[in-house]
């Protein structure tokens, strides 16, 4: 009898051993207080864009399936979000590509309303890149887990799989399976929807192959309180090159904290006053709106012929700059600017230039300055925020580019610009706007204007 009891005794302890042991393998509590983003029912409060991709509800679960003939397709948040951490778990048809898409938009004038803004992806490939980070519709690849074989790893083929994101001021961190996977520090989207990406396929591609997605749930108050820490070392894009950049040969025009390859336009080296470079961002200081009088433009020392240039810029209320391209500071030496073609940086709402110029509305934020007006249907962010322009010159065509659309395109040289030039402020310089390669020059008209992220292609 006492052999019995002291064999169940130890029955017992192993038994409860076995149970402690079990509870750890669960791991603690989640007492996070999620809110659904998804109700398990139906697609109340979600909006497809894009292409024409089928989506269902089945088994509290969002089902796509692929279709041909069709773009990307996206199944999109009502609601927009800008800080928020949201875990979910998908399953994906190994023949597929996905992604899960945040702080996204869908404007008329960028590209027809064509879905843009970062991407978590959803990679089944043998490239393994789920939870890289992707910029759907803009720059193409901003953290790829190229060498990160544990990441790589952690993604479960025909099983299902748990993301957990973070999107936090200017940090998007990501982790698939518990693993750490992308760190990137990029402000050039603050807010948007979330979205759930059916990838457009080939004609060969079988149709109908399926991505499912359940249990997506966000988090938008406490952040810092259930934040967690990565080691995984962060990719950061301010005054840097994108991958995809550096694939297409870009090059840095400004390396966001000397002052090396520019100097002042009527100046040998950098001026003394009236600009800063404070956290990689490159200002010219007020001076009451004085056009060169403080510290006065700032050229690159190299020309330029054929180019592709790209530009972040911040406004204050009120100001006034410009980009100027094909610039021989040679050419004037009296007051006021260099003179260049131009594309406007201007506050159209509070300056009074915007209702000046020789041509109704060409002296408008990315207007060719006194030539030709921007499409006024411009995405223009509000004061304070930053904008990106973009100038393409191959071959005397031109274009200028305002927050991804096409605002004005003309050809120098030609019948038409000569006779813009010549009922202009321009006509007193010959041949203006007609020189083979020149400088790039950021204005100093007195305002404070800032600058950053400023990058070339040469074409």
């Known amino acids: 009898m006492k052999s019995r009891i002291k064999n169940y005794k130890l029955y017992a302890l192993?038994?409860?051993?076995?149970?402690?042991?079990?509870?750890?393998?669960?791991?603690?509590?989640?007492?996070?207080?999620?809110?659904?983003l998804f109700n398990g029912k139906d697609l109340n409060g979600w909006t497809q864009k894009g292409g024409k991709a089928k989506y269902r509800v089945e088994n509290e679960m969002v089902i796509g399936s692929t279709v041909h003939d069709t773009p990307n397709s996206f199944m999109t948040t009502d609601k927009m979000y800008d800080d928020f951490i949201m875990e979910l778990d998908y399953k994906v048809d190994s023949t597929m590509n996905s992604g899960i898409q945040i702080r996204s938009n869908s404007i008329p004038q960028y590209q027809n309303g064509r879905v843009h803004g970062y991407q978590i992806e959803i990679d089944p490939s043998d490239r393994a890149w789920s939870a890289g980070i992707y910029d759907e519709g803009r720059r193409g690849w901003l953290f790829p887990l190229t060498d990160d074989k544990q990441a790589q790893q952690a993604f479960k083929q025909g099983d299902w799989n748990h993301y957990r994101i973070e999107a936090i001021g200017d940090t998007i961190k990501t982790w698939i399976n518990g693993v750490p996977a992308a760190h990137l520090v990029d402000d050039k989207t603050h807010t948007g929807f979330i979205a759930l990406q059916v990838h457009a396929i080939g004609k060969d591609a079988k149709e109908g192959t399926e991505i499912m997605w359940k249990n997506i749930n966000?988090?938008?108050?406490?952040?810092?309180?259930?934040?967690?820490?990565?080691?995984?070392?962060?990719?950061?894009?301010?005054?840097?090159?994108?991958?995809?950049?550096?694939?297409?040969?870009?090059?840095?025009?400004?390396?966001?904290?000397?002052?090396?390859?520019?100097?002042?336009?009527?100046?040998?080296?950098?001026?003394?006053?009236?600009?800063?470079?404070?956290?990689?961002?490159?200002?010219?200081?007020?001076?009451?709106?004085?056009?060169s009088a403080a510290g006065g433009d700032i050229v690159t020392k190299k020309p330029y012929a054929n180019f592709e240039l790209k530009v972040d810029f911040k406004l204050t209320k009120g100001a006034n700059s410009g980009i100027k391209y094909y610039v021989d500071t040679e050419i004037n030496k009296g007051p006021g600017s260099s003179i260049g073609l131009e594309y406007q940086i201007l506050d159209d709402?509070?300056?009074?230039?915007?209702?000046?110029?020789?041509?109704?509305?060409?002296?408008?934020?990315?207007?060719?300055?006194?030539?030709?007006?921007?499409?006024?249907?411009?995405?223009?962010?509000?004061?304070?925020?930053?904008?990106?322009?973009?100038?393409?010159?191959?071959?005397?065509?031109?274009?200028?580019?305002?927050?991804?659309?096409?605002?004005?395109?003309?050809?120098?040289?030609?019948?038409?610009?000569?006779?813009?030039?010549?009922?202009?402020?321009?006509?007193?310089?010959?041949?203006?706007?007609?020189l083979e390669k020149g400088s790039i020059l950021l204005q100093d008209h007195g305002n404070r204007v800032s600058y950053k992220n400023i990058k070339i292609k040469t074409l």
Request: charged fraction near 30%; hydrophobic fraction near 30%.
């Open 349 to 434: 709402d509070n300056h009074p230039d915007a209702k000046l110029g020789n041509h109704d509305g060409s002296r408008t934020v990315a207007s060719l300055y006194d030539l030709i007006q921007a499409n006024p249907k411009k995405p223009i962010h509000p004061i304070g925020e930053w904008n990106t322009a973009r100038i393409v010159s191959k071959d005397n065509h031109v274009e200028h580019w305002l927050n991804g659309m096409k605002v004005l395109e003309y050809e120098r040289g030609s019948d038409e610009f000569r006779k813009l030039v010549s009922e202009s402020k321009y006509k007193k310089w010959p041949n203006f706007g007609e």
């Open 218 to 291: 966000i988090l938008t108050d406490s952040l810092s309180k259930y934040s967690t820490k990565t080691p995984v070392p962060p990719v950061v894009t301010k005054n840097n090159l994108t991958i995809d950049e550096k694939k297409n040969g870009w090059k840095m025009l400004w390396d966001g904290k000397t002052t090396n390859g520019w100097r002042g336009a009527r100046l040998d080296e950098f001026p003394d006053k009236g600009w800063v470079i404070e956290n990689g961002i490159l200002t010219v200081l007020e001076s009451e709106g004085k056009e």
């Open 14 to 36: 192993a038994l409860g051993l076995t149970v402690s042991l079990s509870g750890c393998q669960e791991g603690p509590k989640d007492n996070t207080p999620w809110t659904p």
